[in-house]
């Protein structure tokens, strides 16, 4: 490691050793907050070089507005060991990241606090993953609740998920349907609508309240209004289509049986 790396003077024995092959930024500053040493992992995760940090004061990592470095300090000042607290720095190039701090006391030969010893763990990675997980969960309560069918295919109009809700419409447990092409839900007569609606999916449409019909696993044919959107992955690449699908049988039943009160009533009106 070059030299400038390798202030290490005001760490404890126990701490040296660790210092270069640390995974986690291990900083040491005095009582003020002037930096006495950095290591190699703190130049990785914050940014800065030693020789740009040694001498700095440890407020420079500080987002603005955030006083918890005073608060940290306040409690090492006492003897105390702060763990596992989380908050935020700044990077170099001004970039927010979470990190978990563990803050102990440095003391002299005379047993006094002089310094900090401050070991940061970059926990954003786990931070997005357990958003991301939170969402999935939520996302997946949703589609399990929903009223509608919620259908994902991939290009080729191979389904890859299948809900609840689609069960009860179209008749077909997930286990029948995931694999299969959507295509088996056409009637003879829509047969041309899977590849166009595909095409547009490839284009990034979206399409919207498209009504038509689908077939049943008994036979029967259902009047459904389709709402399909593209499904991106983290490129930003369309790799597949939502499908949501709502029965509107029962909807049209009622629209026809009205259309007919309506005429037969203009007709007993004008008899």
């Known amino acids: 490691m070059p030299e400038e790396t390798e202030n290490t003077d005001q760490l404890l024995p126990e701490v040296t050793s660790v210092f270069r092959l ?5 900083v040491t500053h005095q009582l003020d907050g002037t930096i006495t040493a950095w290591n190699q992992s703190a130049e990785r995760i914050f940014g800065y070089t030693s020789k740009e940090m040694i001498g700095q004061s440890v407020e420079k990592l500080v987002p603005g507005g955030n006083s918890d470095q005073l608060s940290l300090v306040t409690e090492v000042r006492r003897g105390k060991t702060i763990e596992d607290f989380e908050t935020q720095r700044k990077r170099k190039d001004g970039r927010m990241i979470d990190v978990s701090l563990v803050v102990s006391p440095i003391r002299d030969e005379m047993g006094r606090v002089v310094g900090v010893l401050c070991i940061s763990l970059d926990i954003g990675e786990r931070i997005r993953l357990d958003r991301a997980e939170r969402d999935q969960v939520f996302l997946a309560s949703i589609v399990s609740s929903a009223d509608d069918a919620i259908i994902s295919k991939d290009l080729e109009g191979t389904v890859t998920t299948w809900n609840q809700a689609a069960e009860k419409i179209f008749g077909y447990t997930p286990e029948e349907m995931i694999g299969q092409p959507i295509s088996k839900l056409m009637p003879a007569n829509h047969v041309d609508e899977e590849p166009q609606i595909l095409e547009r999916i490839r284009r990034g449409e979206r399409i919207d309240h498209y009504e038509s019909e689908r077939l049943r696993k008994d036979g029967r044919i259902i009047q459904v209004s389709l709402t399909i959107s593209p499904i991106r ?8 289509a939502s499908q949501i699908a709502r029965d509107m049988t029962e909807r049209r039943r009622l629209q026809i049986a ?9 007709l007993v009106d004008s008899a």
């Open 22 to 26: 640390s995974r986690e930024a291990i």
């Open 233 to 240: 992955d983290h490129m930003g690449r369309i790799v597949g």
């Open 258 to 266: 009205e259309s007919a009160q309506s005429f037969l009533g203009a």
